[in-house]
């Protein structure tokens, strides 16, 4: 069965930098476009960032561009989410979904990211 384990989150300052990881089994991690989707208290799902299959094509929304970076290592069977100059509004849970186009994926148990000073 799909399995996804983030890890990465914690309690961070305003402008300060945290790395998020995915751990993946029970499918072929690198045949799978993955995503990152986060959850603030009181609102919906985010959408975060896309990467497809082999890494080389790279989606974010508008309000992360150019601080996060979604990355993966195939041979590891990880996604990551590097995420610098981190904002109070990045408060959330955040979730690897694996092939998040289809009908929403297989999302794992997700990662609490607070941004406080």
């Known amino acids: 069965q799909v399995q996804l384990v983030e890890s990465g989150g914690g309690l961070v300052q305003p402008g300060g930098s945290l790395r998020l990881s995915c751990a993946a089994s029970?499918?072929?991690?690198?045949?799978?476009?993955m995503s990152w989707v986060r959850q603030a208290p009181g609102r919906g799902h985010e959408w975060v960032s896309d990467?497809?299959?082999?890494?080389?094509?790279?989606y974010y929304a508008d309000s992360v561009k150019g601080r996060f970076t979604i990355s993966r290592d195939n041979a590891k069977n990880t996604l990551y989410l590097e995420m610098n100059s981190l904002k109070p509004e990045d408060t959330a849970v955040y979730y690897c979904?694996?092939?998040?186009?289809?009908?929403?994926?297989?999302w794992g148990q997700g990662t609490q990211v607070t941004v406080s000073s």
């Open positions: 979904v694996q092939d998040y186009g289809s009908h929403g994926g297989s």
């Open positions: 029970g499918f072929t991690f690198s045949s799978y476009a």
């Open positions: 990467i497809n299959s082999g890494g080389g094509n790279t």
